[in-house]
């Protein structure tokens, strides 16, 4: 009984071990290759700069009622900015736009409708951003290369159509969240402790505390040594790259 015992263990141990070598002999005799994640096209959300610069920007798509409050005041603070119009604003309020080109601030195109770009096919990404950049050209004399996608949404398709059309596809990397509402204080604390060199500032035209807020934002960022570009004199034009974090750097 003791030798039958003992043949059993042996005869166990000897099935295990070759049915270990059985399950992996394949992979001995199959070479590994590493399989790489395909790429995520990034648009810029903010730029690598050695220098305290920053660009200050405003979606514009709805009322007009504090254009120019929210001129006197980047006047005062002697802040360029950008503001990302859409196209059925220009339509509703050329005049404030064509204030804002005249106080020296920058215009770029934030869609012709507002629509939900990552729903769109190329053609008509493309049609849709060429009416707004029509009559952003019409009003500035300008061509305008930037672009930023309603609600903040994109997706590769986009991203591709950009840099197809030789333009630049335009993010943030410090969100104000002026639309909920918040206070001044609130603003001010949210963009002053995510700032830093070559951050594009998201705002809003049209909410209730932006304007009123900007007196105190654009105070603690001077105080702080930064100095106010647009959009188009902060991004890097050629030869460079964008990270996974979205910052564009130049190519050595």
């Avoid at 994640?37 to 903010?46: H, T, V």
């Avoid at 040594?225 to 030869?239: H, M, Q, R, T, W």
């Avoid at 964008?242 to 564009?248: K, S």
Wanted: overall charge positive.
């Amino acid at each position: 009984m003791k030798i039958f015992v003992l043949n059993k263990k042996l005869v166990i141990s000897v099935w295990l071990l070759l049915s270990i070598v059985v399950f992996f002999l394949p992979f001995a005799y199959t070479k590994v290759y590493p399989t790489m994640a395909s790429k995520k096209e990034l648009p810029i959300y903010s730029v690598e700069k050695s220098e305290k610069v920053i660009s200050v920007t405003f979606d514009t798509a709805w009322g007009n009622e504090d254009i120019v409050e929210v001129i006197k005041i980047l006047d005062k603070y002697d802040c360029k900015a950008t503001f990302f119009v859409v196209g059925g604003f220009i339509d509703k309020f050329p005049s404030s736009v064509k204030a804002l080109n005249d106080a020296g601030h920058e215009l770029a195109n934030h869609s012709n409708s507002h629509a939900h770009f990552n729903g769109l096919s190329k053609e008509k990404m493309i049609s849709d951003m060429n009416k707004c950049d029509e009559k952003i050209q019409n009003i500035t004399g300008k061509k305008n290369v930037i672009f930023r996608a309603p609600y903040g949404e994109y997706n590769d398709l986009l991203v591709k159509t950009c840099t197809e059309t030789n333009r630049y596809c335009i993010q943030w990397d410090v969100d104000s969240h002026d639309w909920l509402g918040l206070t001044t204080d609130q603003m001010k604390n949210r963009i002053m402790s995510r700032v830093k060199n070559g951050s594009i500032i998201l705002l809003h035209t049209g909410t209730k505390n932006t304007a009123p807020a900007l007196p105190e934002i654009l105070t603690s960022l001077k105080n702080e040594g930064y100095k106010f570009v647009v959009v188009s004199d902060l991004i890097i034009k050629d030869n460079y790259y964008i990270d996974n974090l979205g910052t564009q750097k130049q190519n050595n």
